[in-house]
Structure formats: C-alpha cells, structure tokens
C-alpha cells in the first residue's frame, strides 16, 4: 500500500462509498444553521447538529459565526460579509477535496494554499441597475501546490477536487432554494 | 437469432442521414469479415455499414428471423421461455445482443421546455433542413453531439453547445488516426478485470471524433472557430430559462488533462516499441479555449432558440426482459458478459470484456469467450448431456 501520509483516511472514505452504494437512505444528509439578528447588518449563525447515516449527529462544538459588513458599508464590521462566506466554503471544500485525492492517488503533499477572489458589482444588490446580478460575476482560485507530483498530475488533482466538491457544485448550478415564514 | 426489425436495424433506422463511422474502415473487423475496399483510411456511411453488416449475415450464415420482436423473456424450468410476436420459444440459454443504445436519454426537465421550442433526439434527427430556422441549442458534446452541432452550423444557424463532461481526442496522431493508436497500444485491449472503476469506464463519453474525408479534428477548438459558442452543462430549466453550469473551465481541464496523459501514454509505447520510425513526431495540442465569459443562462421563451437537440446519450431498453438481472439504474447486472441468471449471457456492451467491446470490432473476442462459457458451463451442466 501507500507509504503517503497526508492525514486523510481514504480507506474510510472508500468503505463508506462501497457501504453507501447499496444504502442511499443512509446517504441523506441533511446540514442545519441557525440564524439571528443582532442589530444592524450584523447577525450569528450557529453550527452544531447535523443529520446523517439515519440518525441525528453533532459535531464536537458548536461554531459561532458573526456576519456583518465593512465600515464602507456604513456598517458595524462585527464580522465578514455573508458572501465572503462562500469564498470560505469553496476554499476549504477544495483544498479537502485536493487532500483526499492526492491520498488517493498517493502523492504526499508538502503544502497546499489557495488565493480566492470573488469579483462582485454591487450595483446588482444596490437596485443600481437590474441587468447586473446580485451574486458574484465570477470566482478565481488560485492553488500553490507543494507536492512530490508533475506539474500535470498537481493539475489534474485540481481538477478532480473540483469535480467531486460539494461547494463548487452549490456555486456553479442551480440549486432550488425555499424560504418561508414560520 | 431473433431481431425485431431487419439486419442492421440500428444502423437503417436510428441515424442521420449524413452518418458515417467515426471508425476507421480497416478497424471494421468481424468474425472472418472485413473491409476490402480501395480506401481503408476512410469512415463507412451509413448504407456502407448496412452493406457490410448484411455482408457479414449471408457469408456466416446467420439464422436470423427477421420481423421477431422479443417482448419477454423468462425464467422457466432450467432454461428460459422467450415469447415474441409470432410465438413463443423455450430455450436453455439466451444470449442478449439487443444493443447498449436502444432510446435516447432526454433529461428530465426536458419537459420544462416551453412549447414554442422543438425538441429532437439523435433518433428524430435526420438532417438540418428538417428544423425550423434560427437557433439552435444541442445538450450534450460526445461524438453525436459535436457532430450535430457542426452540421447545424454549417447550415448557417446560430449554434449553442451545452458541455458537459467530455473526452477530446484529436482525429489524427503523429501522422495516423487517432484510433489506430488505441489499438495499436493495446489500451483497447485493456480487460474488464483490469479497469479499476469499471463502472466509470462503462458510462465514459464516445470520444469527439467525426469521420471525414479531410479527416479533420472536430473538438471544442475547432466547434468555436467554426462560430459554436459553448456553454457549461444544462443544469436545469426553470421559468423558461435554461440554466447552465459555470464549471465549465473544469470540464475543459479534465478533457485535456486526459488527453495529454493519453498521448504520453502513446509516446511511452512508441518509443518502448521502436515504433518511433514510421510515426511522425510527438505533437502536443492547444488547451480548450474558454470563452472570456459563457453565458449561464438562455431565455428559451425569447426566440433565440428555436429547436433542442438532446444528445445526452442513449441507454438500452430491457423492458421485455422479465428476469431480475437489471439494476436501478436500469442496466444489465453481468461479469464479463456472463449475466446474473443461469445460462444467461450479454453481448455487445460497452467495456464488456475489454475497452474494444463498445465498437463494432469489439465483438470477435467477446463472443468467442462467451460462447466458450455457455458451451462449456450451461451446457456441460444439462441433465443427462
Ligand atoms: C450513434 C452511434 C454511433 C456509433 N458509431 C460507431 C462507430 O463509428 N464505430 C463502431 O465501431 N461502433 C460505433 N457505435 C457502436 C456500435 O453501434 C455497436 O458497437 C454495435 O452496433 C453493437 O452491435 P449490436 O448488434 O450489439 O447492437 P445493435 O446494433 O444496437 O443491434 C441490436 C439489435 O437488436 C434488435 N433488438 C433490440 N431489442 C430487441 C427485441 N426486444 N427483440 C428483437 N430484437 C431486438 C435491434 O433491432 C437491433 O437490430 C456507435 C453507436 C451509436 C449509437
């Protein structure tokens, strides 16, 4: 086997898509966040239970997350803006997915840092102009990969966590998206 | 052997009329049959392949019934019971050679589509004259699909190409095709039990290849020089708009990135095999242009497009075959071609027993260890034989 030790248990992940295959109730998961206003345009959300494998989970703490936005905003800058969260999702999502893939294929990785750029025109959510959208234009990643791999099997790596990201999916196609009062 | 239309069937009825081969003629090998023409390089048009498949049915001596269509096949005693339209049949052993490709799969917000536009399959498809004029949006950039949407071009539509997952290969390599390669190398001898996901290897793409007789490459290179204008993978439609995904960037590096790997692959054996000499020179290809900006969504309601052509693969119909062997996924449960159910067998599917099992070519060897499997297991099992 492999000597590679980038500190992702592949095996388990395998195991669990060969038990999932003839399972796909146990693969329903669903992940939950709770919201509340603070004042302002500054809110907490919090992170802890979660569903999964048929039953209940939480995770070992629970997270705490201030959103807000910056004093260019006329805001408080409690926390960061709720879109830089999604840099935060594609970023981490991508680099575990560039972990697990190199563990995979047995490529011992030295160190891995992503750039994220979001580029965004705030006339969309300004109601400045209509025919500009809301969300981001365009997301640029930029990966600096250390590793004991051609330049083209570090690529190829990039590409397969792309394919195989939960987060690049959320952000790339559309997701049907329901939002209703209690 | 029962067929339900005529030899050939798929080839008379579910192509377009400019169709041809996207393998080379010398590649169209059957048991004791081949290509005898004046141009070996070239690719068989349809009434070519339907000759040379009625060819090969008279010089074998096939006992095929035409005009039998199988509506059911079950279990029965030690054997099976096969009814068709003219009666019904018991057999010991039943070999499935019904075709991987028997409808066109059309995804299923297809039927968010508003009204005004058209909507084909490959299998409706016979020609661009047959459309309205305007826009086109073809789903789907595998072979039939790149092939579609170059026709559609050159009749002067507007053409969108919506790109999924895709495998690029240049029509020809260091001076030949690119499939005499494939063969050559040995990858298409590669075995069922040697593929590590064979699972992925049985739903891979067909490969972005067109015969001609210029034997020109027809990837997304040449579809954008051409004024095809690509978009990522319809993701879904929804108030009339189609919604495309924006990876499309990642689609075009996983197709050239195994590109690459496949013609170092090629190098590796050519120079391992002293083949160096009679080739040309190792050649590298441009990355996949993308658009400075792909568009991510279409108003389908606007009037910029007017028909759809759905080249989103095809899948084999097993609704006559009346034996649990068929997943959820509705394909055939089979190692090798030897099926999950006594005296049971398959043939003709892709990566059956070897990657050369999805074309034409495929099939000498395949059957000949099928067949070597019924004769020797079911047979050799019969009560008293
Ligand atoms: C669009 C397209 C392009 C292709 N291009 C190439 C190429 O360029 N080169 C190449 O090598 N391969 C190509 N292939 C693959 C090629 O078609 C197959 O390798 C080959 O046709 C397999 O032959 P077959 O006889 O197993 O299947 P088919 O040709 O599909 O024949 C199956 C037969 O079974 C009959 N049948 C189905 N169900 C029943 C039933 N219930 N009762 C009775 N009869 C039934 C059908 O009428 C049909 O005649 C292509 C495939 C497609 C779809």
Redesign the pocket.
């Known amino acids: 086997m492999t000597t590679v030790a980038n500190g992702v248990n592949v095996q388990a992940l395998l195991d669990a898509r060969e038990a999932l295959k003839g399972a796909p109730e146990a693969a329903q998961f669903v992940w939950r966040a709770s919201s509340k206003w603070q004042d302002g345009v500054h809110s907490t959300t919090r992170v802890k239970e979660f569903f999964g494998l048929g039953q209940e989970q939480e995770h070992k703490s629970e997270a705490v997350f201030d959103a807000d936005h910056p004093e260019v905003f006329a805001a408080q800058d409690n926390g960061i803006t709720p879109i830089e969260y999604l840099l935060i999702g594609l970023a981490s999502c991508l680099t575990a997915g560039v972990a697990s893939v190199a563990q995979n294929r047995g490529i011992q990785l030295r160190s891995v840092e992503a750039a994220l750029e979001g580029k965004h025109d705030i006339r969309g959510i300004l109601g400045v102009d209509s025919d500009v959208r809301n969300g981001f234009n365009d997301i640029k990643v930029t990966f600096t990969i250390d590793a004991d791999a051609s330049r083209q099997d570090i690529e190829a790596l990039v590409a397969q966590s792309q394919k195989r990201s939960a987060v690049f999916d959320a952000l790339t196609n559309p997701t049907d998206v329901t939002v209703e009062v209690a | 052997m ?4 005529e030899v ?4 008379r009825h ?2 377009w009329d400019s ?1 041809r ?3 080379p003629n010398w ?2 090998r059957l048991p004791g049959h081949r290509y005898e023409g004046p141009d070996p390089d070239g ?1 068989m048009t349809m009434a070519e392949v339907t000759a040379f498949i009625e060819g090969f049915a008279a010089r074998s001596g096939a006992p095929v019934r035409t005009g ?4 059911s096949v079950r279990r029965a005693g030690d054997g099976y019971q096969v009814t ?1 339209g003219g009666g019904e049949f018991r057999c010991r052993s039943v070999v499935i ?6 409808v066109p799969v059309v995804p299923p917000f297809a039927g968010a589509v508003p009204g005004s536009v058209e909507q084909l399959t ?1 299998f409706d498809y016979r020609g661009p004259a047959q459309l309205p004029d305007g826009g086109v949006l073809v789903v789907g950039a595998s ?2 699909g790149v092939q579609l949407a170059a026709e559609l071009r050159r009749s002067g539509r507007p053409v969108t190409l919506s790109v999924g997952e895709h495998v690029r290969l240049p029509r020809t390599y260091r001076g030949r095709d690119v499939l005499w390669w494939m063969d050559a190398s040995g990858v298409w001898d590669q075995r069922f039990d040697e593929i590590d996901d064979l699972t992925r290897a049985r739903r891979l793409p ?1 490969p972005q290849l067109i ?1 001609t007789d210029e034997r020109t490459t027809l990837d997304l290179n040449a579809l954008t020089s051409m004024g095809v204008e690509p978009v990522g993978r319809l993701a879904a439609v929804r108030d009339g708009r189609a919604l495309f995904s924006g990876g499309l960037r990642n689609v075009f590096s996983l197709a050239d990135l195994k590109m690459e790997r496949l013609l170092d692959t090629f190098d590796a054996w050519a120079r391992e095999h002293g083949r160096d000499g009679e080739v040309g020179p190792p050649e590298r290809f441009a990355p996949t242009r993308a658009p400075e900006r792909a568009r991510l969504q279409l108003d389908l309601r606007g009037g910029e497009i007017r028909t759809i052509v759905w080249a989103t693969g ?1 899948r084999p ?1 097993y609704g ?1 075959l009346d034996v649990p062997v068929v997943d959820e996924k509705g394909r055939l449960r089979h190692e090798g071609g030897v099926v999950d159910s006594p005296g049971l067998y398959a ?2 599917l892709p990566v059956l027993r070897r990657r050369r099992s ?6 000498e060897s395949d059957a000949r260890e099928v067949i070597d499997h019924l004769a020797t297991v079911t047979l050799a099992q019969r009560p008293g034989a």
């Open positions: 029962l067929e339900r239309g050939a069937n798929s080839w579910e192509r169709f081969l996207l393998t590649q169209s690719y039998a269509d199988v509506t068709t050679a019904s075709g991987a490709c028997n490959p072979a039939t067909s015969g095809f119909d006559w043939l003709g999805t074309f034409i070519h495929g099939i």
